[in-house]
């Protein structure tokens, strides 16, 4: 998916990716970026500034060609994130996807279902982190007990361990209206918050929990904490998930 732009991240409206009709064709000029497995992908699904409104259009790397570049981050290197660049790329009108104008609703529906997807990642890392966190504090001993023995330990373990659940209960409860095809904007708006964000508290305490060895490479709890850092960010960032809740709670924009 090609929504994200330099200047354009949370306002999708504001897309700037140009896409002109020229006969039978779309002539596509524009940049996107923070693009998942851009530099690997074989299509992309361009959102594009059309006359008519945000249209969404299916381009073949191989036949119809664009450029990537990899961006370097300091978490989720496991997969490619990219910018892509279009130049004149020359794509059949036949490639439009779904109605021509309607893109920004289309986008907005594919949100929900990405900020289900991000908060059960979330909740995947705060999991692991937990599961370490348990598993040095039953074998790490200091003051002459195991460390899990300590209230403060024992403190932390026990929030990790409810968030995450509170975490889990939000996203399946969101999963399951998008199932049963119910209008669920506000419900993916809390899921997606609360489980990326607790997956930043949840790493964040289990480096704690493993002192001065939580910061080396050694203990898996120094990649969990980058890469959970990243999560409140993409498919719309904390605080415009909860300007979406405020919006369906009270009716009232506060966007703009």
Known sequence: M???????GS?????????????????????????TNGRFSDFL???????????????????????????????????????????????????????VGRGLQQTLVVFERARVHMAMWGISLARRALEESIRYAQERSQHGKQIAGHQLIADKIAVMATEIDAARLLTFRAAG?????????????????????????????AVQIHGGNGVTTDFIVERLAREAIIGPIPDGTTEIQKLLIARVLTGVQAFK
């Open 11 to 35: 306002d999708v409206a504001a897309v700037k990716t140009r896409a002109r009709r020229d006969g039978d064709d779309w002539v596509i000029n524009g940049e996107k970026t923070w693009i």
């Open 2 to 8: 090609g929504i994200s732009e330099p200047n354009v």
């Open 177 to 205: 209206m998008i199932d049963r095809g119910e209008r669920c904007d506000k419900e993916c708006a809390m899921a997606k918050w609360y489980g990326t964000e607790i997956a930043v508290n949840a790493t964040r305490q």
């Open 45 to 99: 699904i361009c959102t594009c500034a059309t006359d008519e409104g945000l249209t969404h259009i299916l381009v073949d790397r191989k036949e119809h060609g664009y450029e990537t570049r990899d961006i370097k981050k300091m978490g989720l290197n496991a997969q490619s994130t990219a910018q892509i660049f279009l130049d004149d790329v020359r794509v059949p009108i036949a490639n439009t996807i779904g109605e």
